[in-house]
T-cell receptor, first 112, second 110 residues
Framework: DAMVIQNPRYQVTQFGKPVTLSCSQTLNHNVMYWYQQKSSQAPKLLFHYYDKDFNNEADTPDNFQSRRPNTSFCFLDIRSPGLGDAAMYLC???????????FGPGTRLLVL | RKEVEQDPGPFNVPEGATVAFNCTYSNSASQSFFWYRQDCRKEPKLLMSVYSSGNEDGRFTAQLNRASQYISLLIRDSKLSDSATYLCVVTSSNDYKLSFGAGTTVTVRA
């Protein structure tokens, strides 16, 4: 059974058109993470929530925002996607910080 | 300098061969070490944790060398299904963050 679910799996958007990516989990984990991964590169942490506590990475552009309305769901909002934002976006969860992270299948974003 | 560095490969090996590769990390305070496997266009999946004394999981052996700050992964009797990118992942004792290497690509051919 899927434990970390991401929707959609593929998303096409236009330059500058806001887009929202969704992540849900059935693990009841406290921590949810969003990573950006470009081709042949390491996943890059954008931000994470520990419960309702939001933690932004220092180098995450303001264009990227996140919401966590409840334990199960977390959203990544890209306010004005640029061509450079085309990437795979990975959601991950862990029970607490420092424990094993479980990744969702990712959403591949294409910006036209 | 990147926190975690890996030889990108690709390592092209025949079925049944042994392949091994390393990963170096820059933070001497690093405490936890992992190998993740990532198939093309899929998410990373935990392959194995790496313990100080080294550990095996079937055909996979992981070693840690703290003095030289590297970890290694050895795959014995390679299968076609072992073809993937192997990501080296390190965490430090004072934060939760996973530091990923860019991955080493292994291709096993029939």
């Amino acid at each position: 059974d899927a434990m970390v679910i991401q929707n959609p799996r593929y998303q096409v958007t236009q330059f500058g058109k806001p887009v929202t990516l969704s992540c849900s989990q059935t693990l009841n984990h406290n921590v949810m993470y969003w990573y950006q991964q470009k081709s042949s590169q390491a996943p890059k942490l954008l931000f994470h929530y520990y419960d309702k506590d939001f933690n932004n990475e220092a180098d995450t552009p303001d264009n990227f925002q996140s919401r966590r309305p409840n334990t199960s769901f977390c959203f990544l909002d890209i306010r004005s996607p640029g061509l450079g934002d085309a990437a795979m976006y990975l959601c991950a969860t862990s029970r607490i910080q420092g424990e094993t992270q479980y990744f969702g299948p990712g959403t591949r974003l294409l910006v036209l | 300098r990147k926190e975690v560095e890996q030889d990108p490969g690709p390592f092209n090996v025949p079925e049944g061969a042994t392949v091994a590769f390393n990963c170096t990390y820059s933070n001497s305070a690093s405490q936890s070490f992992f190998w993740y496997r990532q198939d093309c266009r899929k998410e990373p999946k935990l392959l194995m944790s790496v313990y100080s004394s080294g550990n095996e999981d079937g055909r996979f052996t992981a070693q840690l060398n703290r003095a030289s700050q590297y970890i290694s992964l050895l795959i014995r009797d390679s299968k076609l299904s072992d073809s993937a990118t192997y990501l080296c992942v390190v965490t430090s004792s004072n934060d939760y963050k996973l530091s990923f290497g860019a991955g080493t690509t292994v291709t096993v051919r029939a």
